[in-house]
């Protein structure tokens, strides 16, 4: 579906919003797939973890069934072209990864959420995206969290190109100003080539990465990982002229648990979804008193705050 980029594609007049601005992106050389950038509606001012309950409230689901959201959504894609091969490009504020960054979103895309299936690299992205916009800017949190998309950072480009990889990491950490408090780097890490995925958090200042997993195991699983996270970490104290006082420490954290084989992806957006809320730059080993299971209600949660998010921003 993603061979559509560059062809022409007819948009149905019952979805063209005249208010809606559509303004050109040379910047990014992916054909001419619609585009349309975003702007958030919430208020600013409002404190970061009331946006996130009062969401919420509006939103009716039971687990284990599609909430009306989701439902209207998916009546939404299948009435719309993207059932025919058609695709949305999505600009990201410059904020989410710190330049700019483009999404192509796709019927496939939609599917892993309506299906509640593995989720890829644009589904975590754009959760991302929903997360900076609702709860972070405008806020102090985008001084204490920020996020590495995982389409630069994963385990097939490391094996491909370490040290490309590795400077794609030191230049993402050099791009935040000196800090006064600490800050946590979020990388949502895939294994390679759609496989599991896990989150990496960095605290640069404590040299401290937390690892979350929600199946069994450590970082010694993924030891190029670690090896390139380690060796950017250094390289970027280097060149701020930071002493390195100690060794950089990892602690694998006792995180939520998966109970299937499709799930590794919403927990690692949950993960990221409670730090931010929570306001949290340590996390506790044995994780978050208030989050210490999982249940399918969580996950579906956040896939009804994405729908209400895609429906809101006008992305379908």
């Not at 370490?162 to 400077?167: D, E, I, L, M």
């Not at 896990?198 to 450590?218: H, P, Q």
């Amino acid at each position: 579906m993603r061979d559509a980029v560059g062809s022409f594609v007819g948009w149905p007049s019952d979805l063209i919003f005249p208010d809606a601005e559509t303004p050109t992106r040379p910047t990014h050389k992916v054909g001419k797939g619609i585009s349309r950038r975003i702007e958030s509606v919430a208020s600013q001012k409002e404190v970061p973890g009331r946006k996130l309950k009062s969401a919420a409230k509006d939103i009716p689901t039971t687990s284990g069934t599609k909430s009306q959201i989701m439902m209207r959504l998916e009546k939404m894609v299948d009435e719309s072209d993207i059932m025919h091969g058609a695709i949305r490009s999505i600009d990201f504020d410059e904020g989410v990864f710190g330049a700019a960054h483009f999404e192509i979103i796709a019927k496939e895309d939609m599917q892993q959420l309506f299906e509640h299936d593995e989720l890829g690299i644009a589904v975590i992205h754009t959760y991302i995206w929903y997360m900076y916009v609702t709860l972070m800017r405008g806020t102090e949190l985008c001084n204490r969290f920020n996020f590495i998309a995982a389409s630069r950072i994963n385990a097939t480009l490391i094996t491909k190109n370490p040290t490309s990889v590795k400077n794609d990491l030191v230049d993402r950490f050099m791009e935040a100003d000196d800090k006064t408090t600490p800050s946590l780097y979020f990388l949502p890490f895939n294994s390679g080539n759609g496989g599991h995925w896990v989150l990496v958090a960095m605290d640069l200042s404590r040299l401290i990465v937390y690892y979350l997993d929600s199946l069994s195991g450590d970082w010694s699983k993924y030891q190029s990982m670690k090896k390139t996270v380690d060796a950017a970490i250094i390289k970027f104290r280097s060149k701020k002229n930071y002493r390195n006082r100690k060794d950089i420490t990892w602690v694998r954290v006792q995180c939520p648990q998966q109970n299937n084989s499709v799930d590794c992806g919403f927990f690692v957006l949950r993960f990221m979804r409670d730090i931010i809320a929570l306001n949290r730059i340590d996390i506790p080993k044995m994780y978050f008193e208030e989050y210490k299971s999982y249940s399918r209600a969580h996950l579906d949660e956040m896939k009804d705050e994405l729908c209400q998010f895609i429906v809101d921003q006008r992305i379908i």
